[in-house]
């Protein structure tokens, strides 16, 4: 089975002034974290004893793994419900899914309090099969090696093309081989997000009243996990929109706009579901009180039903404008969902409080740069995106013409 056709290295000049930029700020991110490690939590975090989570959970883990759910959309599309027309985006979301969940998995480290004991997670078999965090951690760390595994053909294409003798020999050796074993990886990785996706809804049930009761339903497994997947999706038009705007590519607007009418169908699903819940528990009066809970997710709402208008029609769909919008929007619907379940809703108690320290905000956002710092470069030397037969240049750039070559 050919997973991926015509997939070919964009090359081009790697040390351009934006990437070194992002080098720049990653590298300012990482001296941060060592200072973090130097001085403690207490000393670079607003975290305390309310708000034991802050935003390197809420953003890097809760929300980018929702973002890096693109790889698992793709894969229930076009390996469950039999659509190969989307085959073309798999690849890029997956690059998308394994730098998102290795950014959470590193997130994840610099939170807790004694990082050089995570070895003992995965190997000290002494657990708590009760605990739901447990199920968490274990599913995201082995979704993160898994999801590189799935991007291995990528690698191995590229040994094969190296010119090394002895490289080229094991690339060729192990492909064949590797092919035939990933539809077993492939299984893997569409049931692990399904499991951490669901419980992260599930770990905050345990806050019980202290979630304010916009937010607080049962349902809240199945709206984290239906709404990865609209995430995922809107991920993947951007991402794609952008990559086609920045390397001079023609946009695959037709596959997109097909794209966001499952996403469009997904996200209606999850509307209902909430206005349902809100309905049969009462707390439809709440959502009117215009309170900072009220505004919030009134807020919330302002965004899907933007996003939701922009993709509901064909006509509308089939510019790329829109896609991209409304893209954006169901990023930050998500995104904004998941903080107040995760943040804004939490309520510990009234002497408690949170606002992210400024350490907070630029490891974060140093984070984000050398994610796509690493994005730029591994569709730059890797076969990641489908190669120019198959996607035509539009006024293509000096700098990124002679990476392209014909055939696979």
């Given at each position: 089975?050919?997973?991926?056709?015509?997939?070919?290295?964009?090359?081009?000049?790697?040390?351009?002034?934006?990437?070194?930029?992002?080098?720049?700020?990653?590298?300012?991110?990482?001296?941060?974290?060592?200072?973090?490690?130097?001085?403690?939590?207490?000393?670079?975090?607003?975290?305390?004893?309310?708000?034991?989570?802050?935003?390197?959970?809420?953003?890097?883990?809760?929300?980018?793994?929702?973002?890096?759910?693109?790889?698992?959309?793709?894969?229930?599309?076009?390996?469950?419900?039999?659509?190969?027309?989307?085959?073309?985006?798999?690849?890029?979301?997956?690059?998308?899914?394994?730098?998102?969940?290795?950014?959470?998995?590193?997130?994840?480290?610099?939170?807790?309090?004694?990082?050089?004991?995570?070895?003992?997670?995965?190997?000290?078999?002494?657990?708590?099969?009760?605990?739901?965090?447990?199920?968490?951690?274990?599913?995201?760390?082995?979704?993160?090696?898994?999801?590189?595994?799935?991007?291995?053909?990528?690698?191995?294409?590229?040994?094969?093309?190296?010119?090394?003798?002895?490289?080229?020999?094991?690339?060729?050796?192990?492909?064949?081989?590797?092919?035939?074993?990933?539809?077993?990886?492939?299984?893997?990785?569409?049931?692990?997000?399904?499991?951490?996706?669901?419980?992260?809804?599930?770990?905050?049930?345990l806050a019980g009243p202290r979630l304010h009761s916009?937010?607080?339903?049962?349902?809240?497994?199945?709206?984290?996990?239906?709404?990865?997947?609209?995430?995922?999706?809107?991920?993947?038009?951007?991402?794609?929109?952008?990559?086609?705007?920045?390397?001079?590519?023609?946009?695959?607007?037709?596959?997109?706009?097909?794209?966001?009418?499952?996403?469009?169908?997904?996200?209606?699903?999850?509307?209902?579901?909430?206005?349902?819940?809100?309905?049969?528990?009462?707390?439809?009066?709440?959502?009117?009180?215009?309170?900072?809970?009220?505004?919030?997710?009134?807020?919330?709402?302002?965004?899907?039903?933007?996003?939701?208008?922009?993709?509901?029609?064909?006509?509308?769909?089939?510019?790329?404008?829109?896609?991209?919008?409304?893209?954006?929007?169901?990023?930050?619907?998500?995104?904004?969902?998941?903080?107040?379940?995760?943040?804004?809703?939490?309520?510990?108690?009234?002497?408690?409080?949170?606002?992210?320290?400024?350490?907070?905000?630029?490891?974060?956002?140093?984070?984000?740069?050398?994610?796509?710092?690493?994005?730029?470069?591994?569709?730059?030397?890797?076969?990641?995106?489908?190669?120019?037969?198959?996607?035509?240049?539009?006024?293509?750039?000096?700098?990124?013409?002679?990476?392209?070559?014909?055939?696979?």
């Amino acid at each position: 089975m050919k997973l991926y056709e015509h997939a070919e290295p964009v090359g081009g000049k790697i040390l351009t002034p934006s990437f070194l930029g992002l080098v720049a700020f990653a590298g300012l991110a990482i001296l941060l974290i060592i200072w973090r490690f130097a001085v403690g939590l207490g000393a670079t975090t607003a975290m305390n004893d309310g708000y034991p989570w802050g935003l390197w959970i809420a953003f890097d883990v809760v929300t980018g793994t929702a973002f890096a759910c693109g790889g698992y959309a793709m894969a229930l599309l076009v390996y469950i419900m039999n659509r190969g027309e989307y085959r073309p985006l798999v690849r890029p979301a997956l690059v998308t899914s394994a730098l998102g969940y290795s950014i959470a998995g590193f997130s994840v480290l610099i939170d807790i309090g004694r990082p050089w004991l995570g070895w003992k997670l995965p190997l000290f078999w002494m657990w708590n099969t009760r605990s739901v965090l447990l199920e968490v951690a274990l599913c995201i760390m082995a979704y993160t090696i898994v999801v590189w595994i799935e991007l291995a053909p990528a690698f191995l294409q590229r040994a094969e093309d190296s010119g090394i003798a002895k490289l080229q020999k094991f690339a060729s050796r192990a492909l064949p081989r590797f092919t035939k074993a990933l539809t077993w990886i492939i299984a893997l990785a569409l049931l692990l997000p399904t499991m951490h996706q669901s419980s992260l809804g599930s770990l905050m049930l345990l806050a019980g009243p202290r979630l304010h009761s916009l937010w607080n339903t049962p349902l809240l497994p199945l709206l984290f996990l239906v709404g990865c997947m609209f995430m995922g999706f809107g991920a993947v038009v951007v991402e794609s929109s952008l990559v086609s705007k920045m390397l001079g590519r023609k946009p695959e607007t037709e596959m997109l706009a097909k794209l966001a009418g499952v996403t469009s169908s997904l996200l209606v699903f999850f509307l209902v579901v909430r206005l349902v819940d809100l309905i049969i528990r009462g707390q439809i009066a709440a959502l009117f009180r215009f309170d900072l809970y009220s505004v919030m997710s009134l807020v919330e709402w302002a965004f899907a039903l933007a996003a939701l208008f922009l993709l509901s029609s064909q006509e509308r769909r089939n510019n790329l404008g829109n896609l991209f919008q409304a893209g954006m929007l169901l990023m930050l619907y998500g995104a904004i969902y998941r903080f107040d379940v995760y943040l804004v809703a939490f309520r510990p108690g009234a002497q408690w409080s949170y606002f992210p320290s400024v350490t907070e905000i630029l490891i974060t956002a140093g984070l984000v740069a050398g994610e796509i710092a690493a994005y730029i470069a591994l569709i730059k030397f890797f076969p990641i995106l489908t190669a120019p037969e198959k996607t035509a240049l539009i006024k293509p750039r000096p700098v990124i013409q002679r990476g392209f070559a014909a055939g696979d």
